[in-house]
């Protein structure tokens, strides 16, 4: 095959991938994102087949996951979020924080809104409540609408005052 089939090939499988994975058939959507970097490894499909691993509970694959998709492309921002988040659910709050603000940095991220929003929870557990909110509001300033943070920054201002 040449580089444009293995490209197309890569595509169909992704987009399989993601529809098993939006209908909770992980052991599928597993299968497909692996069959989509056989063809073609791409920091998207790394970091959709480490999500898709974090559901699963399988938080140390799902990070080595992460930090392949970082190898082929360093500007892509959500695979450091989401090493952010796999580690808060692991309870390492602190190794968290340097990966949501390296998101945070990235160049070529369409989601800023939730590595603040991330960051924020971390300071939430750690009931520092000024740098919460100060992170939630970071979040709204990127997406208005989202409701988890408003409800994360309701709550700590709540708990603030």
């Given at each position: 095959?040449?580089?444009?089939?293995?490209?197309?090939?890569?595509?169909?499988?992704?987009?399989?991938?993601y529809e098993h994975q939006l209908k909770g058939e992980l052991e599928q959507a597993v299968e497909y994102y692996q069959k989509s970097i056989e063809a073609l490894p791409t920091a998207e499909a790394h970091t959709f087949l480490g999500w898709t691993y974090s559901f699963q509970g399988r938080f140390e694959d799902a990070?080595?996951?992460?930090?392949?998709?970082?190898?082929?492309?360093?500007?892509?921002?959500?695979?450091?979020?989401?090493?952010?988040?796999?580690?808060?659910?692991?309870?390492?709050?602190?190794?968290?924080?340097?990966?949501?603000?390296?998101?945070?940095?990235?160049?070529?991220?369409?989601?800023?809104?939730?590595?603040?929003?991330?960051?924020?929870?971390?300071?939430?557990?750690?009931?520092?409540?000024?740098?919460?909110?100060?992170?939630?509001?970071?979040?709204?300033?990127?997406?208005?609408?989202?409701?988890?943070?408003?409800?994360?920054?309701?709550?700590?201002?709540?708990?603030?005052?």
């Amino acid at each position: 095959m040449n580089e444009e089939q293995d490209e197309k090939l890569a595509r169909e499988y992704f987009q399989l991938a993601y529809e098993h994975q939006l209908k909770g058939e992980l052991e599928q959507a597993v299968e497909y994102y692996q069959k989509s970097i056989e063809a073609l490894p791409t920091a998207e499909a790394h970091t959709f087949l480490g999500w898709t691993y974090s559901f699963q509970g399988r938080f140390e694959d799902a990070i080595a996951e992460c930090h392949r998709a970082i190898k082929i492309d360093p500007d892509f921002g959500n695979p450091y979020n989401d090493i952010g988040a796999y580690l808060i659910e692991q309870g390492a709050l602190d190794d968290a924080i340097p990966w949501l603000e390296k998101a945070m940095r990235a160049p070529r991220y369409e989601n800023y809104c939730y590595p603040h929003y991330n960051l924020g929870r971390i300071y939430e557990m750690k009931r520092e409540w000024r740098k919460a909110i100060e992170c939630f509001r970071a979040s709204l300033a990127h997406k208005p609408d989202y409701s988890m943070a408003k409800a994360a920054l309701q709550r700590s201002l709540a708990r603030w005052n």
